[in-house]
């Protein structure tokens, strides 16, 4: 696909407005492909698919990016369906972990225009 024809194809969908929404749908569409949830009919086209997050993370995670902790936070919250409160002492450390992977997330997602 061309440059041209990959713009026409998300000038119709809708992007993310933070890295959080980003993360929960991606996880949230992979339980759906892996049978675990079903898909309730809402479907909002999206500007990346669920392969093109999964292989952002991974890039970030292998560029030293997001660590270990990182990736245990946004897995754990992220099945939870909410992100961990800094006013909650037990989720103090899981809310710093979880701000600064969303921010990593953040940057990367908006290079690639995934994020208005």
Known sequence: MN???AE???SNAEKFQ?????????LYS???QNGF?????????RVCEVLDVETLIT???LSGKLS???????????????????YIWAENRAAALWR?????VCDAAIALGWIE
């Open 3 to 5: 440059k041209q024809n």
């Open 8 to 10: 026409i194809v998300t």
């Open 18 to 26: 933070n890295a959080e929404q980003l993360w929960f749908w991606f």
């Open 30 to 32: 992979k339980s759906v």
């Open 37 to 45: 949830a079903r898909n309730r009919g809402i479907s909002t086209r």
């Open 59 to 61: 890039k970030l995670y």
């Open 68 to 86: 270990d902790e990182q990736l245990a936070v946004m897995k754990k919250f992220g099945d939870r369906r909410r992100a961990p409160h800094q």
């Open 100 to 104: 600064n992977a969303m921010d990593t």
